[in-house]
């Protein structure tokens, strides 16, 4: 299993970018989806998740600004970022909880991180 995350780039404070992240491979079902970052110099945090019946949770710092979600038929989570802000600035990672067969339990799988730059 892979997950090809896309989406990131460079934008002035107020704006707002997408996030995408597309499972491929073995996969039976999936579990939860989520969204951390990594700030400079800091650890990776949470940002965001989303079950598979679509029940959302938010870190405090973006509620409101950030909606994430989740398309079952492509595999694929989505983070839509809105009035981001300097502080926003990290590497973003997708993770995803993967079932391989039926009746087995979920792996973690992460994407490869994709670059947000938010300047002042």
């Known amino acids: 299993v892979q997950l090809q995350a896309s989406g990131g780039g460079s934008v002035q404070s107020g704006g707002s970018l997408r996030l995408s992240c597309a499972a491929s491979g073995n996969i039976y079902t999936i579990y939860a989806m989520a969204w951390y970052r990594q700030r400079p110099g800091k650890e990776r945090e949470f940002v965001a998740g989303?079950?598979?019946?679509?029940?959302?949770n938010y870190a405090d710092s973006v509620k409101g600004r950030f909606t994430i979600s989740r398309d079952n038929a492509k595999n694929t989570v989505s983070l839509l970022m809105n009035s981001l802000k300097p502080e926003d600035t990290a590497v973003y990672y997708c993770?995803?909880?993967?079932?391989?067969?039926?009746?087995?339990?979920?792996?973690?799988?992460w994407g490869q991180g994709t670059q947000v730059t938010v300047s002042s």
């Open positions: 989303v079950s598979h019946g679509d029940f959302t």
């Open positions: 993770n995803q909880e993967i079932v391989h067969e039926y009746g087995q339990g979920y792996v973690d799988y």
